[in-house]
C-alpha cells in the first residue's frame, strides 16, 4: 500500500506564528497556571498580527507582547545575522518585526462551563504497532526525521519542507524544498538526505531548480494550517482546531493528547494498529469513545467521565511546555519526555 507523509520546519511561516503563539502563552503560564488561553497568529513579510482571547492572574502590556513575538521569531533561528547573509528582501528579522496586538477578555460563557470542556468537539488519535516509530507511522516519521536533520544541518536556510512516499514501510519517492544561496549546494543536501534515508528512491531537491526567497516575505503564515503535519501526516483523521492556540482547558488541544494517549494504551493491549474516536459537549465532562483496528473493526466502545482539570496536571499542561510541544510535532521520538507519550 502506498502512503505518503509530509514534514516542515519551524522556520516555515505557518509554523512560525504556531510558535508564537505557543511562546507567548508559556509566558502566560509562568505568571498564572490557570490561564485561558485562545490567540491566533498571523505573519506576512515584517508584520505581525496576534488576536484572540486571554483570561489571566498576568497582564502584559502590548509593547511587552511584542517583545516576547520577537524574541519567539529570533528563538527559531530568524536574526540579524540570519537576514545578513539572506538579505532582507529574502527574509525577516525577529528584532525588526512591527506587532499588532488584538487581544481582548474571554468570554464568560466560556468560563462558566470550565468544569467540563470548553467546546464541542470530534478528536482522532492513532498509534501502530511498531517500536521503531515510537508508535508513529513510518512516513510520517521519516519525513520529520529528515527535515529535523536538514534544518540541524545548516547547509541551506530554516524554511524547509519534506515529502515522502512509501510502499509497504519502503520508501519509493523524496522531496525536499530547501533555501539554497548556491544551486551547487544541491549535491550536498542530496548526500544529507541519502545518509539519512537508506534504499533506492527517486530523490528531488527543489523541484524548480531555485528556492532563496522564504519566510513571510515569500509566504503569508498562519496558525493551524499544518495539522496533518503536526498530528499523524496522511494517515489518520484530524479532529478538532489547530492545538497550538490554546490553553489546555480547549478539548482542541488536551482530548487530541487523549486520543494518542488510548490509542498507544489500545495498541499495546491488541497487539495492532489502534484508531481512536473521541467527541464531547461543551461544559461536559463525558466523552464518547470508539476504537478500531487498521480495517475497520470495532475493538471497544465506551463512554469515558473526563476532568479537563485533572488532565492538564497530569499532562502537566499547567506548566511552560508549549513551546517545545510546537517545535518538532506533538506525538512521536521528540516529545518523549511529555506524559501522553509514555
Not at 551547487?184 to 539519512?196: E, R, S
Not at 499532562?315 to 508549549?322: A, F, G, K, V
Request: hydrophobic fraction near 35%; proline fraction near 2%; include cysteine.
Amino acid at each position: 500500500m502506498i502512503k505518503f507523509s509530509e514534514y516542515v520546519s519551524l522556520g516555515h511561516p505557518d509554523k512560525i506564528a504556531d510558535y508564537i503563539s505557543q511562546y507567548l502563552l508559556d509566558r502566560y503560564i509562568e505568571q498564572d497556571a490557570n490561564t485561558r488561553y485562545a490567540v491566533e497568529v498571523q505573519i506576512k513579510g515584517s508584520n505581525v498580527t496576534l488576536g484572540g482571547e486571554v483570561s489571566s492572574k498576568a497582564h502584559f502590556s502590548k509593547n511587552l507582547i511584542a517583545k516576547f513575538v520577537r524574541k519567539a521569531v529570533c528563538e527559531i533561528g530568524y536574526t540579524k545575522d540570519y537576514q545578513r547573509l539572506w538579505g532582507c528582501e529574502n527574509t525577516v528579522c525577529g528584532e525588526d518585526l512591527s506587532v499588532t496586538v488584538n487581544i481582548s477578555q474571554q468570554s464568560p460563557d466560556i468560563a462558566q462551563g470550565l468544569t467540563g470542556w470548553g467546546d464541542q468537539g470530534i478528536f482522532f488519535g492513532m498509534a501502530t504497532n511498531s517500536t521503531e516509530t515510537c508508535g508513529m507511522p513510518y512516513d510520517h516519521t521519516i519525513a520529520k526525521r529528515l527535515c529535523k536533520v536538514l534544518f540541524d544541518s545548516g547547509v541551506g536556510g530554516l524554511d524547509i519542507k519534506t515529502q515522502v512516499v512509501t510502499e509497504d514501510n519502503a520508501v519509493k519517492k523524496v522531496i525536499v524544498a530547501i533555501p539554497l544561496l548556491h544551486e551547487a549546494k544541491i549535491d550536498t543536501v542530496k548526500g544529507i538526505v541519502w545518509a539519512t534515508i537508506d534504499g533506492e528512491y527517486e530523490l528531488i531537491v527543489n523541484g524548480t531548480g531555485h528556492y532563496v526567497q522564504h519566510t513571510s516575505i515569500a509566504d503569508c503564515g498562519t496558525t493551524g494550517r499544518k495539522l496533518a503535519v503536526d498530528f499523524y501526516g496522511g494517515n489518520c483523521l484530524i479532529g478538532g482546531g489547530s492545538p497550538w492556540t490554546k490553553d489546555a482547558s480547549k478539548a482542541d488541544l488536551t482530548l487530541n493528547l487523549l486520543a494518542r494517549r488510548l490509542a498507544k494504551k489500545y495498541t499495546l493491549k491488541h497487539g495492532c494498529d489502534t484508531f481512536v474516536r473521541l467527541a464531547c459537549c461543551i461544559g461536559r465532562q463525558e466523552v464518547e469513545m470508539c476504537v478500531q483496528d487498521a480495517v475497520g473493526n470495532v475493538l471497544e466502545e465506551d463512554l469515558l467521565i473526563t476532568d479537563p482539570a485533572k488532565l492538564r496536571q497530569e499532562y502537566m499542561l499547567d506548566t511552560p511546555i508549549y513551546a517545545s510541544m510546537c517545535r518538532w510535532g506533538l506525538f512521536g521520538e521528540y516529545q518523549q519526555d511529555k506524559v501522553w507519550e509514555k
